[in-house]
C-alpha cells in the first residue's frame, strides 16, 4: 500500500493495533479523531483509504462500486488491505493484538474480508453494516470463533436498516461465534456509548 493511502498515527513501543475502515463517500481522514477521543493504551492507530474515488471533483473513496451486471467490483480492494495487512500490520503485531472497527460500507468489508481471513483478530467492531448477498455462503473463516465481534447500529438508521445488523448477529450467533448487538438510539452514526464499550473491551 502506498503511502498516500493510509493515515497512520503512530507511538513508539506500541503493542497493538486499531485499523478504522472508512464507509462509503469516506476517505482516510473520515474518523481520524476517534484516536484522540479514544483512550487505548499501548495502540497505533491506522485509517487505509479505499482505491476507488466516487467523483474525480473530490476525495471521497468507496471500496466498491457495481458493474453493469450487478456484481460489485473489490478486486483493488482486495489487493490493496492484503498488502496493508501483511507489510504494515502482521509483520508488527501479534494478530490477537490486532482490532477492526468499520462504519458502514466499511463493516461490510469488516464482514466480506477480514472475517473471512484465517487469522483469530482481537476484535472486530462493525457498525452499521451489511453483508451484500445472503444467496451466497457466508463464508466466514472457523478461527473467527475466537474473535470478539462486537455489532453496533442505531435504531433510526435512515441509510441501512437496523435489520441488517440483526440478520447478521442471529447468524452468527446460531454459529456459535463470539458476538454481541448493541442497538443504540440515533440514525446513520457511531454511537458514543457503543464506542466507550469498544475502548473498554480493548483496553481489558
Known sequence: MQKSNILNKSNMGNNKA?????????????????????????AEWFFPEAPYIIDNNTKLRSWSFQKEDGTYEIKKSRILLEDFLFNNILNKFLPKNVFFIGFSQGATV???????????????????????????????????????IYIGHGITDEVINVSQSEKIYEYLSKNDFNCKLMKYNGGHKISLNYLREVEKYINK
Open 110 to 148: 469488516c464482514y466480506e474480508f477480514l472475517l473471512r481471513l484465517k487469522y483469530s483478530w482481537g476484535g472486530v467492531f462493525p457498525v452499521a453494516g451489511f453483508i451484500r448477498d445472503w444467496s451466497k455462503k457466508i463464508d466466514i473463516h472457523p478461527n473467527q470463533k475466537k474473535t470478539m
Open 18 to 42: 486499531i485499523i478504522f475502515i472508512h464507509g462509503w463517500k469516506g476517505n482516510k481522514n473520515s474518523f481520524v479523531s476517534l484516536s484522540s477521543m479514544l483512550k487505548i493504551k499501548n
